[in-house]
């Protein structure tokens, strides 16, 4: 059984940091992050392909930053400058080499003064 566990979601004030991490129980081609807020649709954040490939959707372009370990099966998503626009759940996602994705259970993040 797949299992992808995400932690470091939580609310802070614009400008500030943090950092997401997901860990997968397996090795994945690609693993990545999409949000979804409130009355809006699931749109990608970023992705990251075992070759090195990334992906990063144009709204978060210069401030957020995904990484791999694939020695622990888990990515990252470091975001920077953040703004009351990001405010949404966080999924992270795993597929195998053009297989549908798995998804986690999401993690809150909202940035509020």
């Known amino acids: 059984q797949v299992q992808l566990v995400e932690s470091g979601g939580g609310l802070v004030q614009p400008g500030q940091s943090l950092r997401l991490s997901c860990a997968a129980s397996?090795?994945?081609?690609?693993m990545g992050w999409y949000r979804q807020a409130p009355g809006k649709e699931r749109e990608l954040v970023a992705r990251?392909?075992?070759?090195?490939?990334?992906t990063y959707a144009d709204s978060v372009k210069g401030r957020f930053t995904i990484s791999r370990d694939t020695t622990k099966n888990t990515v990252y998503l470091q975001m920077n400058s953040l703004k009351p626009e990001d405010t949404a759940v966080y999924y992270c996602?795993?597929?195998?080499?053009?297989?549908?994705?798995?998804w986690g259970q999401g993690t809150q993040v909202t940035v509020s003064s």
């Open positions: 996602t795993a597929n195998y080499f053009g297989a549908d994705p798995y």
């Open positions: 990251c392909s075992t070759t090195g490939t990334t």
């Open positions: 397996r090795r994945f081609f690609t």
